[in-house]
């Protein structure tokens, strides 16, 4: 009994299969049955029985069992199934489109990128493309052998969780149905969940890049700034799921107008194109910022300057230990980060005694559409019963 209220078997099956999952995902080296029977602490039988259903699933491979001294037969070890159910993340972004599929090891098995501005687009236009490319993505996934099971959008703005885009301020987009707009489209019948691109990016980075992080801001730099927050490795999403908008801090009340309509926002400072202005747009002009050292000398410190006055707000605020810079921040780093990292050491109380980690994003541009693919896959592995019943 729980809480005076029966155990369904039924529920208690799903969450060992998820345990059973869970410990193979988490292993440095694939176990056997009899090694998740002890680190789970349910009898044998049940363990064998569990594994059989997530082998018959796809969710499971066996693999030959590595050589070992003493006697007895060596038993087979559990891998997740790189041909098991896999992710399909999509992003939208002011000057492209994205998507990715990621099996279920979190390897990225396709990929593809639409360069090409979305303003002038209307929402209708954009959310139709970017689902031509997912099923696009969709059908080579199919074709290698992989059954895409879920996807996930990363849009750059407020996002509701009946996947309703409240505002994108770059994108000029204000209450659009994403998700009424999919449903029927190119993606068919598959279900597509909608986030922000920032949180999205900041689980991937968290979950594939992580690196020992644990509470982190997670800034992305595109044309718009957004940050995904990290406590304690959970997301921070704010009482309406809303938070992060670090681009639309004012770092200088009286600055130029926002395309938000209020003034001095760090956008206008340090967006990308704030960063190329006088330069080509784009990937050109990013490139011949990273190119010309001389010309990123003088004109990064000061956006990296904006960027770490910012920052030290939401630092002070939350206790983040860590600031990884993603999107173009990425590439552009090291003459970033210093400006960031002394503003920090000025601004935020504690930095005397515990200084702050700036660094690049370990999976640069792509950060979000992987996240929005893992999130798929985490999905999976939680609640692998639902898989596992079709």
């Given at each position: 009994?729980n809480g005076g209220?029966?155990v369904?078997q039924?529920s208690?099956?799903?969450h060992?299969?998820a ?7 988490a ?5 056997s049955?009899?090694d998740?029977a002890a680190?789970?602490?349910l ?8 594994v059989d259903?997530l ?7 066996e ?7 003493g006697?007895?037969?060596p ?12 992710g399909?993340g999509l992003?939208i972004?002011?000057?492209y ?7 279920l ?8 990128v639409l360069?090409?501005d979305?303003?002038?687009?209307s929402?209708?236009e ?7 490319l997912?099923?696009?993505l969709?059908?080579?996934?199919l ?11 990363a849009?750059?703005g407020l996002?509701?969780g009946?996947g ?6 770059n994108?000029a987009w ?5 998700a009424?707009?999919?449903a029927g489209?190119p993606l068919?019948d598959?279900?597509v969940?909608i ?7 900041a689980l991937a980075?968290l ?8 509470s982190f801001v997670?800034?992305s730099?595109e ?10 490795r959970?997301l921070f999403?704010?009482?309406?799921g ?5 681009g639309h ?6 600055g130029p107008?926002?395309r938000?309509?209020?003034l ?6 340090a ?6 202005r006088?330069l080509?747009?784009?990937?050109a002009?990013?490139?011949r910022?990273r190119?010309?050292t001389d ?5 990064l410190p000061?956006a ?5 006055v ?7 605020m ?12 990425g590439?552009?780093a090291?003459?970033?980060?210093p400006a960031?990292e002394?503003?920090l050491s ?5 930095s005397?005694w515990?200084p702050m ?9 792509a950060a979000a559409?992987?996240?929005a693919?893992?999130a798929?896959v985490?999905d999976?592995?939680?609640e ?7």
């Open positions: 009994m209220s029966p369904r039924a208690v099956r799903a060992n299969l345990l059973v999952l869970g410990q193979v995902a292993a440095h080296r694939p176990p049955r009899a998740l680190s789970t602490g009898t044998r039988a049940t363990v064998s029985a569990l259903d082998v018959v699933g796809g969710l499971l491979a693999v030959g069992p590595a050589p070992r001294a006697a007895g037969r038993a087979a070890g559990l891998v997740l199934h790189a041909y098991g159910p896999a399909l992003e972004n002011v000057d489109l994205a998507g990715c599929v990621v099996d090891t979190g390897t990225v098995r396709h990929r593809a360069h090409g979305q303003r002038p687009v929402p209708t954009v959310l139709t493309a970017v689902a031509g997912g099923a696009r969709r059908a080579e996934a074709a290698a052998g992989r059954v895409v099971a879920g996807a996930a959008l849009v750059p996002v509701s009946t309703l885009v409240h505002r994108a301020p994108l204000h209450d659009v149905d994403a009424g707009t999919l489209g068919g598959l279900p969940t986030d922000n691109e920032a949180n999205l990016a980075e979950h594939a890049g992580g690196q020992g992080l644990d997670y800034v730099g044309i718009g700034i957004g940050a995904g927050i990290v406590l304690h959970d999403r704010g009482a309406r809303w938070s992060g908008e670090l801090v004012c770092v200088h009340p009286d107008r926002c938000c309509g209020a001095g926002c760090l956008e206008q400072y967006g990308q194109e704030a960063l190329l006088d080509p747009a784009g990937e002009g990013l490139a910022l190119a010309d010309l990123a000398a003088h004109r000061a990296g300057t904006s960027l770490g910012a920052l030290a707000g939401v630092v002070n939350l206790d983040v230990d860590t600031v990884v810079l993603g999107g173009i921040f590439p552009l090291p003459w970033l980060a960031v002394a503003e000025r601004r935020v109380l504690t005397a515990s980690t700036v660094r690049a994003s370990a999976l640069g541009p559409a992987v996240g693919a893992g798929v985490r999976i592995l939680a692998p019963a639902e898989w596992v019943r079709t």
